[in-house]
């Protein structure tokens, strides 16, 4: 198994030995039988500790991003959370990128500095800005490429550099790319993120998140973290992620040629004064892309030359593209950042302008996708 797709479809997914079934079982237990005190079958105890279902997800999940260990969790930010509260205490310094996930940021804001964690937002795409932010008691450099909602591009390789020159650990948000585009342990980052909601799910029908990662001694404590604070995934969330990654590498290959035809498409449009996509050779980002993606990905964000009443009359006007928060799934939806997925980031430096409209590219038709925006932006 070396090849992307047929590691997705087989990692941690072997027959039922019982009965043959091709599809490994749902184990739905809180807990094992044990053969005399402390006599476990297959080292299974309770289900927060460990379950087969997720035991699969978690195997899947290390393959699909060429690591080591694959965590599961209930939720994206519940992985975040779990990673943050083992590497981190009070007096610590994180640096975040100054437009990460609004509720990765609000996480790091709120819950841990509240805790006594302290955190620099800046832009990592300028190696300067994220070389001058680092302190003696920086911990983490967390890095979201392609950025969510600006669609920046940081260099995960030259980050890297830096931040182990300096002792940091280096995590990447691989959400928006996906292992099927973008593998940041490849390019020798510590540690990768996901919400595996978005694309690894892929059907915008459950909910969870991951951590993937090589160094055996941090993932003996965040495998404790994990089972002593318990944000576990529940058997059935992990079953239909492994259903959802078997079909990434197909699927991103439409979200990614179905998302370029729509840029392109929108390229010099009057009612657009931007269209953020690193597939578009205009891109600050595209060379960098090209190198460190093999797919540009489904997302857009369009600035819309109209400003704030345009990008909110466009984001209420389409039928195809839904308006609603959450990405990666195979329907296409618009959010709306400033007041939807970044809401909590308003008045902080990670504040997403209202003139931007962002599009979570589905598999549709292209041509069905694209007819919907021009109707919508006809009007604007
Ligand atoms: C959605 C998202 C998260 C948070 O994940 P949840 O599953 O919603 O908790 C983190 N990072 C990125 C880039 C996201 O899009």
Same mark, same amino acid.
Not at 158 to 177: I, K, P, Q, Y
Not at 216 to 236: D, I, K, N, Y
Not at 344 to 349: A, C, F, L, N
């Given at each position: 198994?070396?090849?992307?797709?047929?590691?997705?479809?087989?990692?941690?997914?072997?027959?039922?030995?019982?009965?043959?079934?091709?599809?490994?079982?749902?184990?739905?237990?809180?807990?094992?039988?044990?053969?005399?005190?402390?006599?476990?079958?297959?080292?299974?105890?309770?289900?927060?500790?460990?379950?087969?279902?997720?035991?699969?997800? /978690? &195997?899947?999940?290390?393959?699909? !991003?060429?690591?080591?260990?694959? =965590?599961?969790?209930? $939720?994206?930010? +519940? #992985?975040?959370?779990?990673?943050?509260?083992?590497?981190?205490?009070?007096?610590?310094?994180?640096?975040?990128?100054?437009?990460?996930?609004?509720?990765?940021?609000?996480?790091?804001?709120?819950?841990?500095?509240?805790?006594?964690?302290?955190?620099?937002?800046?832009?990592?795409?300028?190696?300067?800005?994220?070389?001058?932010?680092?302190?003696? /008691? &920086?911990?983490?450099?967390?890095? !979201?490429?392609?950025?969510?909602? =600006?669609?920046?591009? $940081?260099?995960? +390789? #030259?980050?890297?550099?830096?931040?182990?020159?300096?002792?940091?650990?280096?995590?990447?948000?691989?959400?928006?790319?996906?292992?099927?585009?973008?593998?940041?342990?490849?390019?020798?980052?510590?540690?990768?993120?996901?919400?595996?909601?978005?694309?690894?799910?892929?059907?915008?029908?459950?909910?969870?998140?991951?951590?993937?990662?090589?160094?055996?001694?941090?993932?003996?404590?965040?495998?404790?973290?994990?089972?002593?604070?318990?944000?576990? $995934?529940?058997?059935?969330?992990?079953?239909?992620?492994?259903?959802?990654?078997?079909?990434?590498?197909?699927?991103?290959?439409?979200?990614?040629?179905?998302?370029?035809?729509?840029?392109?498409?929108?390229?010099?449009?009057?009612?657009?004064?931007?269209?953020?996509?690193?597939?578009?050779?205009?891109?600050?980002?595209?060379?960098?892309?090209?190198?460190?993606?093999?797919?540009?990905?489904?997302?857009?964000?369009?600035?819309?030359?109209?400003?704030?009443?345009?990008?909110?009359?466009?984001?209420?006007?389409?039928?195809?593209?839904?308006?609603?928060?959450?990405?990666?799934?195979?329907?296409?939806?618009?959010?709306?950042?400033?007041?939807?997925?970044?809401?909590?980031?308003?008045?902080?430096?990670?504040?997403?302008?209202?003139?931007?409209?962002?599009?979570?590219?589905?598999?549709?038709?292209?041509?069905?996708?694209?007819?919907?925006?021009?109707?919508?932006?006809?009007?604007?």
């Amino acid at each position: 198994m070396t090849s992307f797709e047929t590691i997705a479809i087989h990692a941690g997914q072997d027959a039922d030995p019982t009965t043959g079934a091709v599809i490994p079982p749902i184990h739905v237990t809180s807990t094992y039988v044990q053969d005399g005190i402390g006599g476990l079958r297959g080292g299974y105890e309770y289900s927060r500790g460990g379950n087969p279902t997720r035991t699969a997800l /978690e &195997t899947q999940l290390a393959g699909i !991003e060429g690591g080591a260990f694959g =965590l599961s969790f209930a $939720s994206g930010l +519940a #992985a975040e959370d779990a990673l943050l509260r083992t590497v981190l205490g009070p007096g610590d310094h994180v640096i975040i990128g100054n437009d990460v996930y609004g509720g990765t940021h609000r996480l790091i804001r709120r819950i841990h500095g509240g805790k006594g964690v302290e955190h620099s937002t800046v832009d990592t795409s300028d190696l300067d800005a994220v070389a001058a932010a680092i302190r003696p /008691e &920086t911990k983490i450099l967390w890095v !979201e490429t392609p950025s969510n909602p =600006l669609m920046k591009l $940081s260099d995960i +390789a #030259a980050l890297v550099e830096l931040g182990h020159s300096r002792g940091l650990l280096v995590v990447v948000d691989n959400t928006f790319a996906s292992p099927a585009l973008q593998r940041p342990l490849e390019f020798g980052a510590d540690v990768v993120v996901h919400s595996t909601t978005k694309y690894l799910g892929g059907h915008s029908d459950v909910v969870g998140g991951a951590l993937v990662l090589n160094d055996p001694e941090l993932e003996e404590q965040v495998r404790f973290t994990q089972f002593a604070a318990g944000a576990v $995934s529940s058997p059935f969330d992990a079953f239909l992620t492994s259903r959802g990654i078997k079909t990434l590498a197909v699927r991103m290959e439409r979200h990614s040629s179905n998302a370029q035809a729509i840029a392109e498409h929108l390229v010099g449009h009057a009612a657009v004064a931007r269209v953020l996509y690193p597939g578009l050779p205009t891109h600050p980002g595209h060379e960098l892309a090209a190198r460190q993606m093999s797919g540009f990905g489904g997302m857009i964000s369009l600035d819309l030359a109209g400003g704030e009443a345009a990008a909110r009359k466009f984001a209420e006007s389409t039928e195809l593209f839904s308006l609603a928060e959450s990405l990666g799934g195979v329907e296409s939806l618009v959010n709306y950042p400033s007041e939807m997925t970044h809401a909590s980031v308003k008045g902080t430096p990670a504040e997403v302008s209202p003139s931007i409209v962002r599009l979570s590219v589905g598999l549709e038709a292209a041509a069905d996708l694209i007819a919907d925006i021009d109707g919508a932006l006809a009007s604007l």
